[in-house]
């Protein structure tokens, strides 16, 4: 970096004093300041500096220059340009690759094709790139990016070098030229001052529209459910993811991402099919409650530099019109469009009224929540409260059954008396040694055994019992 | 699509809320009714392919919201339709007014270069029709469109109508050719600035049948 004059010129004019004349020797790097004269010189005039190292002052200079002077001489462009890839290898490797991949891809891709074809593709594409970066309007960096689309595409489809191509594979080319074209240009045609303003009108909007909800939109998403709630938050997740997203497909993939999280929720929340009746004013709602950076910006960006054919019919197209609808219904709504009167709108976007709250939308996920835990203690309380009258019902009915049995079982005592006789005491004589008592019983064998009937009888001292099991009860 | 001749039509379903573009579609695409429409389909967007006359024909049909409060968005949907589907209940005048209005406004914007199909829906409810159909035959008539009856509810009609649509369609591209969809690719959706370059047109023809 440094030249060989240099280090001889400094070594020269160290000796020269400081240019503020505060006693101090002056220093070439500093333009011939002392270092705290340099360091006050570069507050005041580079403001930009925070750097406690100094820096090298021809770089500074040439940068100024260079940014100061305008784009029109091709020299000046050309340094500039050189100035930026060197910026971009010094900012590091990532930036880097985005300028070489797009197109070695590109490359890659138009491999089948006979070469001298693929060389002509790839000469149009780098001019068109050189003719955007050298700062001509967006419009008109859209016009030459549509037409290099139908140019290609109609070389693709009529030249001899790319006959052996099959369908998927011109669609491949296609897709990486777009992709290639928009990523090398997508900081000089992104958002434009004029979009930007636009950005900033649209944010306004949907921030004075913040009142609006789901029941006014007829969104038809139940909330209260959380399948229907999670579904959109990935909604409003994926429309935000949109401006991180460079190429007009990866952006179109975003949105049709979104509709899918909307299609899900709207499926959670009832049990209609998806039409398009519920999914606008489901997606509009997801707009308005995410406010997506610079959401113009990337609609016009898709606008003029996909390639057509994602804008033509297909599906993508579909969700990106609906997307457009979206915000052309946001920036023209008024009282009329929500059916509501005039004055009751007026008050809403002055801010000194919010709509009466259906009991189905809150600020926020824990206010949701302790609602929700609310009603479920009460619904407990009234449950407790009847569980706790039926236990008493079932105490008094216990009670009752009680008392009733007894009384009907005083009752069937009282008619039919049992009346015993008293077993004859046996006589206080008689011995205990068992000489009195009678032989033992001998089995005998008797063939109506079976027909004695089941009964106990008391025969003096003695008694016999039948042959069955069942010990008699008596009561 | 490359040298095989196919057509890539877009069809734009119109009509108020509830007259049945949603059983309409879903009737087509799945053959499927449902009173309580019990279905996980999704009936905003879907594609059909219809052979006419050995020409292949690849619908895409875009379900639009019914609601009055949208009615102001209808242009950027029905922009570079080839065909459109008007939708009324022959049980609810309203609606065959609100289909009036939509064919002012695709006249007035498209031309001739859209076909219409005007379609009473719910004939299942003669009963209670209250939209005559001579009136709405004699409309359609006058204004260059196409007048079906249909119902989604018993399948009546609606294939016939869409191989109709479809067929007219493919006549309206044979005769002019700039009106294939991929026309489309110079008038983008909400451009304010209409893209017209003299390059452009050339490429049409060629890429319009084949996409």
Same mark, same amino acid.
Request: with cysteine; glycine share 14%; charged share 25%.
């Given at each position: 970096m440094f030249s060989k004059k240099k280090p001889s010129k400094i070594h020269i004019e160290t000796v020269k004093m400081c240019k503020n004349k505060c006693g101090f020797y002056g220093n070439v790097q500093w333009q011939g300041y002392c270092s705290s004269c340099w360091r006050e010189y570069n507050r005041e005039n580079l403001k930009k500096t925070n750097h406690? =190292?100094? /820096?090298?002052p021809k770089q500074i200079v040439g940068i100024d220059e260079s940014s100061d002077v !305008?784009? #029109?001489?091709p020299k000046t462009e050309r340094k500039r340009r050189l100035k930026d890839v060197l910026k971009r290898k010094i900012d590091g490797k990532d930036s880097q690759e985005d300028r070489v991949n797009p197109y070695a891809q590109l490359t890659e891709s138009l491999g089948k094709s006979k070469k001298d074809g693929a060389l002509e593709i790839l000469k149009k594409t780098r001019n068109v790139v050189d003719k955007i970066k050298s700062g001509i309007t967006v419009e008109n960096s859209s016009d030459i990016v549509q037409e290099l689309y139908n140019s290609v595409a109609e070389k693709l489809e009529t030249e001899n070098a790319f006959i052996k191509l099959n369908m998927s594979e011109r669609r491949t080319i296609l897709d990486k030229l777009e992709k290639c074209v928009c990523q090398l240009t997508y900081s000089e045609v992104f958002s434009p001052p004029d979009d930007e303003q636009e950005d900033l009108t649209l944010q306004n909007r949907i921030r004075s529209l913040h009142w609006l909800n789901a029941q006014l939109l007829d969104a038809g998403i139940d909330e209260t459910k959380p399948a229907a709630s999670e579904a959109l938050d990935s909604a409003i997740h994926a429309i935000v993811d949109l401006n991180s997203k460079q190429t007009p497909s990866d952006k179109l993939e975003c949105i049709m991402l979104c509709s899918q999280h909307i299609m899900t929720a709207l499926k959670a929340s009832s049990d209609q099919p998806v039409s398009a009746d519920n999914f606008l004013p489901a997606l509009i709602f997801v707009v308005l409650r995410a406010n997506p950076p610079l959401l113009k910006s990337n609609e016009s960006y898709i606008m003029r530099f996909a390639s057509p054919e994602r804008l033509g019919s297909g599906e993508q197209a579909y969700y990106f019109t609906n997307l457009s609808g979206a915000l052309q219904f946001i920036a023209q709504l008024d009282a009329d469009s929500l059916s509501m009167p005039y004055e009751e709108f007026e008050r809403y976007m002055r801010g000194e009224a919010i709509p *009466? &709250? /259906? *009991?189905?939308?809150?600020?926020?996920e824990q206010l949701r929540l302790m609602k929700l835990n609310f009603t479920v203690l009460e619904e407990l309380l009234v449950g407790q409260k009847s569980l706790a009258n039926e236990v008493e019902m079932l105490q008094t009915d216990m009670i009752n059954f009680e008392q009733d049995f007894r009384r009907k079982l005083t009752e069937v005592i009282e008619k039919t008396p049992i009346s015993l006789k008293k077993p004859i005491a046996p006589?206080?004589? =008689?011995? =205990? &040694? *068992? #000489?009195?008592? !009678?032989s033992p019983l001998i089995p005998q064998s008797t063939g109506t055994l079976a027909s004695i009937p089941v009964t106990t009888c008391f025969t003096g001292s003695t008694f016999e019992i039948d042959n069955s099991d069942e010990t008699p009860s008596l009561l | 699509m490359a040298g095989v001749k196919a057509f890539n039509f877009k069809v734009v379903l119109l009509g108020e809320g509830a007259v049945g573009k949603t059983s309409l579609v879903i009737r087509y695409i799945e053959d499927k009714f449902n009173d309580k429409h019990v279905s996980t389909l999704q009936a905003h967007f879907s594609t059909k392919k219809v052979n006419i006359d050995n020409t292949r024909v690849n619908l895409a049909i875009w379900d639009t919201a019914g609601q009055e409060r949208f009615h102001a968005l209808g242009p950027i949907y029905y922009r570079d339709s080839n065909g459109a589907v008007l939708v009324y209940d022959i049980t609810d005048e309203d609606s065959f007014q609100r289909v009036k209005n939509w064919v002012k406004e695709l006249r007035k914007t498209l031309k001739d270069e859209v076909s219409l199909a005007i379609v009473g829906n719910k004939m299942d409810l003669e009963k209670s029709r209250v939209v005559p159909l001579q009136d709405a035959e004699d409309y359609s008539k006058s204004v260059g469109a196409k007048h079906y009856q249909t119902s989604a509810k018993t399948n009546k009609g609606i294939d016939d109508m869409f191989r109709d649509l479809s067929k007219r369609m493919v006549e309206q591209a044979k005769n002019k050719p700039a009106a294939t969809p991929t026309s489309s690719r110079t008038v983008l959706a909400g451009r304010s600035d209409i893209l017209v370059s003299d390059t452009i047109p050339e490429a049409q023809p060629k890429t319009g049948c084949c996409s």
């Open positions: 406690k =190292t100094l /820096p090298i !305008p784009k #029109s001489s *009466g &709250d /259906p *009991g189905k939308v809150y600020g926020c006589d206080a004589e =008689t011995p =205990t &040694d *068992g #000489s009195m008592l !009678p | -």
